[in-house]
Every structure is written in C-alpha cells, then in structure tokens.
C-alpha cells in the first residue's frame, strides 16, 4: 500500500513543497530503503522513528518498507521529516486511515517517546502552506505561535505522535492556535535600556541621532570605558517600531536558524547582534555546506554591532562590503544561489591604538606612531569609505559620571529621529514600498505597534527575488541622481566642500557620504536646504578621512 503525506525543505529562509512517500509489501524480504537525496540526520530518523512508533503503542508495519523524499534532486537534512515519515508509514501499513491529511503540510523533530520537538523554519513552512492552497499546518506546539501569524490558515499544535494521528482520523479534536498580535507587541516590544542610563557622551549621542535618522553606518573610536557598547546597546531604543514587513521578515530569518524561542510568534523589537572578533566569515555573513543566514542577515531591520573591529580578520571584513551596498547576501553553490536579507545598520567600534589610550588625556599612550599607522590599516579604506560617520568617543569626566544630570533620553531621541524619518518618507515616496510606514514622531512610547491586520495580511519580500530589495527610504540609501536633486548646495556650502575634499582628500563615495549626512541633519532641524553648518557638521563625522 502506498501513502503520501506533504510537507517542506528549507533552503536558506525559504520553504519548498517536498513530499515523503512510503510503500509497504506485506510479501516482501525484510528490507528497509530510505531514498531522495536524504542527508544524516534524515537517514538516521528511522531509527528514531522506529522507537517513538514502539513508544507510543504502535508497531512497525513490515517487512518491506519503501521511503521516497521528494524531489529526489534536493538534499534534505533537516529532522524535520521525522513526524511526516512516520505518518506515511503508518497510513501505508493500515494503521490508520485519513481523508483530511491531503490538506495539511506536516513538519516535525521525533523524540524515542513519540514526543514532538521544535523545528527550523516554521514559519517558511506557514507561509508555503498558504502558497499552496493547503488548509493548514500541523506542526510542533513550540513552534505554533510563529506559524499562526500567517493568515487564513489552520495551524495546528501537536506534542505527541498519538496527537497527530488523532487529529488526523477525527478522534482528537485540536483547536487551530491563534495568536494576539497587538498583545505580542505590547508585551514584547518594550526595550529594557535607554540612552539616559548612559551618563555624559552628549556629542556621541548627537551622532546616533544623525546616525539612526537617516539609517547611517557608524564608527566610534575610543579608549577602553568610554561607553560605546553601551551606546550601541541603545541604539534600536531610537529608531522607528518594526513595520509589518520588517517583523515577518526578521522573524522568518530567526526562524530559519531556529533562534525563536518556544512559543514566540513574531519579532517585536529589531535585532542586535554583536559577534565576537574571532568570528569566522561563514559565521558573519552565512554560508556553510548547507547555507545558512549568518550574523549580518540575523540583524536584518537592526544593529550589527562590531566591537574591536580592526582585530576581525581582514577577509572577514572585506565580505561584509557587498551587502553594506546592496543589502543583500549572495551565497553562490554549483546548483543553486542563495540570498539571504541583510537591511542593517552597521556599529562598529575600536580602540585608536593598540593599548587603547592614545585620545585619553590622563592615560600615556605606550604605542609608537608605526603601531598605530599599522593598527589602523587593519580595516581597509574601502571599509572605512563605505561607513558613512566616524566620531571619537571620550572618557566620562568625574564630574558628568557622578552628576545628577541624565543628558538625551531615548524619547528624546527618537522623537527627532521619527520627524526626520517622516521627511524622508514623503521625500522618497514615490518611490518607497508600501510596507515601510513610519510611526508618529509625536509619540513618546518605546513599543513597536504595528497594526495586527496588517501583519496577517501583508505578503512578506521573498529572499533571493533581487526585484523585491527594498526601495529608497532614508537618506543613507539615496542614489547619486537623487543626491543631485535632494542635496543641492549654495555658494557658501560649495566653497566648503571643495576645501573640505581638497584637504582631507575624500574619496567620491566619500563626497556623497557627506552630502547624505547634511542631509539627514537638515531635516532633523526641519530645514528644506542644506545650510553651511550642516555641512560643516557633516565633514567633522568624517574623522578617519584624516589622521586621529
């Protein structure tokens, strides 16, 4: 008898339709195959699969049993077949009969005691479900809070093997999960820090501002103490709530490496991630046998946040250029190409010497001007031009780090920053996408509340489609026709820029750099021109374009 149960292959943060078939003969030899380009963790599930059947009451049909992966052209190596294995089996061997499987897409890890675990990519499975047609998912119950925000779907939570069979032949009714999004977001989208805990650091908190509102790369440069993780830290405090798109977006790519924890449905708040110097490329920007989203795409609609950056290796750093500029990483394998988001804001962070204390006027510096020349070369000028702010953070005077004053507030902040965001939109809107609505700028609150509709109903951009990249939004993103019409300068500012890229000897992408920033500080101030001292302020965040 043969059988077919439906579900998935997650390649990358994407779900493909796969289908597991299973015949028994009752006359056969005593043989069990298992084909479809299955990897190790697949082959070895009959086993598990065995044991959990034997657990749960329930025996192995035989002798002869046949399992088909398919397509037979994709390796599959995810335990995420175990659950639709089994089933298939079962059916094949005429232990239980069902009409409703057909309509559900099926995934989950067994345990030896017929438990049901947690798998990657649920939510991709959701979302191939409802491409599909089909009528819902049956999933493990740690992972039905995140598959239940597709709309329009059945999602249903299994914790045992004996659950999902009896789900199937109607003998064990099992309500559909269905998740409250306005509750998530006002339970999960509050941030714990706030820029007022850090004391003192007012001009670097300026620059964050700049930085946030118009979605800059940022440099800091200090001694050790000074502040800057704790500045980076706060910086999603400040930008705007995750929008519709942006949440399913993030959430599918945290989906996909597993990272959700157990009975979270959606991002709330925007990634921060901060990965050790001594992290590998593949681990970064993603890779491996089976490609997988590295640190830069978990930060998607967040913070990349690289402290110590010259003591990364150099061929670490130089991968992370291509997706700074297209926001996208290309993972290329002889069959396939794989892309995966990478919409970030990049923090980076490190010392001006070896020992750290060359700017801190108390400390002596123990580190010759060669040392430092040779520290500094670490990071590549290609690097450093396609960061758009460098700012020097100072150490904390006695009296600013003891006093009563708290300085900018996250609230303050981001009200600043919200307005800027509004000016950028209604400037770009021709051309912006329809899911990057911006909040109130009058709004104090810290929560990103996103409207729950909208969540459900919106199509999220589909990775690896180079059509769906996100359109201009921010001033950092604005391209060289746009800074010809958007930053056009008078004859003060003109002068300016000359002296400023005659002696500093900025690059072009330098040039635009500056323009973009002046920008951002023009609208900050609510200005339609660009005036001198914007530009002005602007060249002085350009501080590697010139010795410290």
């Given at each position: 008898m043969i059988s077919r149960v439906h579900s998935s292959i997650l390649q990358g943060i994407d779900a493909i339709a796969g289908e597991v078939e299973s015949d028994v003969a009752i006359g056969g030899t005593g043989e069990l195959k298992l084909v479809g380009l299955a990897e190790t963790a697949v082959k070895e599930s009959v086993s598990r699969i065995q044991a959990a059947l034997r657990n749960s009451g329930y025996r192995w049909p035989g002798p002869k049993v046949t399992i088909n992966l398919a397509p037979a052209d994709i390796k599959k190596d995810s335990a995420a077949f175990d659950l639709p294995i089994a089933l298939a089996v079962m059916q094949a061997g005429g232990m239980f009969a069902s009409e409703t499987c057909d309509g559900f897409l099926v995934i989950g890890e067994l345990a030896?005691?017929?438990?049901?675990?947690?798998?990657?990519?649920?939510?991709?499975?959701?979302?191939?479900?409802?491409?599909?047609?089909?009528?819902?998912?049956?999933?493990?119950?740690?992972?039905?809070?995140?598959?239940?925000?597709?709309?329009?779907?059945e999602v249903i939570p299994v914790s045992f093997l004996t659950e999902a069979v009896g789900f199937l032949t109607g003998e064990l009714p099992i309500d559909a999960v269905e998740v409250d999004l306005d509750e998530v977001f006002q339970t999960a989208g509050r941030y714990e820090v706030d820029f007022s805990d850090v004391r003192g650091q007012e001009s670097a908190k300026r620059a964050l501002t700049i930085a946030a509102a118009g979605h800059h790369n940022i440099l800091m440069i200090g001694p050790p103490g000074a502040g800057k993780t704790m500045l980076a830290k706060r910086i999603p405090t400040i930008l705007p709530p995750l929008t519709p798109n942006e949440s399913l977006e993030?959430?599918?790519?945290?989906?996909?490496?597993?990272?959700?924890?157990?009975?979270?449905?959606?991002?709330?708040?925007?990634?921060?991630?901060?990965?050790?110097?001594?992290?590998?490329?593949?681990?970064?920007?993603?890779?491996?046998?089976?490609?997988?989203?590295?640190?830069?795409?978990?930060?998607?609609?967040?913070?990349?946040?690289?402290?110590?950056?010259?003591?990364?290796?150099?061929?670490?750093?130089?991968?992370?250029?291509?997706?700074?500029?297209?926001?996208?990483?290309?993972?290329?394998?002889?069959?396939?190409?794989?892309?995966?988001?990478?919409?970030?804001?990049?923090?980076?962070?490190?010392?001006?010497?070896?020992?750290?204390?060359?700017?801190?006027?108390?400390?002596?510096?123990?580190?010759?001007?060669?040392?430092?020349?040779?520290?500094?070369?670490?990071?590549?000028g290609p690097l450093i031009d396609r960061i758009d702010i460098h700012i020097e953070v100072p150490p904390v005077?006695?009296?600013?780090?003891?006093?009563?004053?708290?300085?900018?507030?996250?609230?303050?902040?981001?009200?600043?920053?919200?307005?800027?965001?509004?000016?950028?939109?209604?400037?770009?809107?021709?051309?912006?996408?329809?899911?990057?609505?911006?909040?109130?700028?009058?709004?104090?609150?810290?929560?990103?509340?996103?409207?729950?509709?909208?969540?459900?109903?919106?199509?999220?951009?589909?990775?690896?489609?180079?059509?769906?990249?996100?359109?201009?939004?921010?001033?950092?993103?604005?391209?060289?026709?746009?800074?010809?019409?958007?930053?056009?300068?008078?004859?003060?500012?003109?002068?300016?820029?000359?002296?400023?890229?005659?002696?500093?000897?900025?690059?072009?992408?330098?040039?635009?750099?500056?323009?973009?920033?002046?920008?951002?500080?023009?609208?900050?101030?609510?200005?339609?021109?660009?005036?001198?001292?914007?530009?002005?302020?602007?060249?002085?965040?350009?501080?590697?374009?010139?010795?410290l």
């Open positions: 030896l005691d017929g438990r049901v675990r947690a798998v990657k990519g649920a939510l991709a499975t959701a979302m191939l479900s409802r491409r599909l047609g089909k009528r819902g998912l049956i999933c493990p119950a740690d992972n039905a809070a995140e598959a239940a925000v597709v709309e329009g779907l993030t959430t599918r790519v945290y989906s996909a490496r597993g990272l959700l924890a157990p009975g979270e449905s959606l991002m709330a708040t925007r990634p921060v991630r901060m990965p050790h110097h001594s992290t590998s490329s593949a681990a970064l920007v993603g890779g491996g046998i089976i490609p997988q989203p590295g640190e830069i795409s978990l930060a998607h609609h967040g913070v990349l946040f690289l402290d110590e950056l010259p003591e990364f290796t150099r061929t670490t750093l130089e991968m992370i250029r291509q997706p700074l500029e297209d926001r996208w990483v290309t993972i290329p394998r002889v069959h396939s190409t794989l892309k995966f988001p990478a919409t970030i804001m990049l923090v980076a962070a490190m010392n001006p010497c070896p020992c750290g204390y060359y700017t801190d006027p108390k400390r002596p510096c123990k580190c010759s001007p060669v040392m430092i020349e040779r520290y500094l070369s670490r990071i590549s005077p006695w009296r600013q780090l003891r006093g009563d004053s708290d300085g900018l507030s996250s609230a303050d902040m981001r009200q600043q920053v919200l307005a800027a965001r509004q000016v950028q939109h209604r400037r770009f809107s021709t051309t912006c996408s329809a899911g990057d609505e911006i909040g109130n700028p009058q709004s104090g609150s810290a929560k990103a509340t996103p409207d729950k509709s909208a969540i459900r109903s919106s199509t999220p951009l589909r990775a690896g489609n180079p059509q769906s990249s996100p359109s201009t939004t921010t001033n950092a993103t604005m391209s060289s026709r746009q800074i010809r019409q958007f930053c056009k300068l008078d004859s003060a500012g003109e002068m300016l820029l000359k002296q400023a890229m005659t002696e500093l000897g900025l690059s072009a992408r330098a040039h635009d750099k500056v323009l973009r920033i002046a920008r951002t500080i023009a609208d900050i101030e609510g200005e339609e021109n660009i005036q001198s001292h914007h530009l002005a302020e602007a060249i002085q965040y350009r501080r590697l374009d010139r010795r």
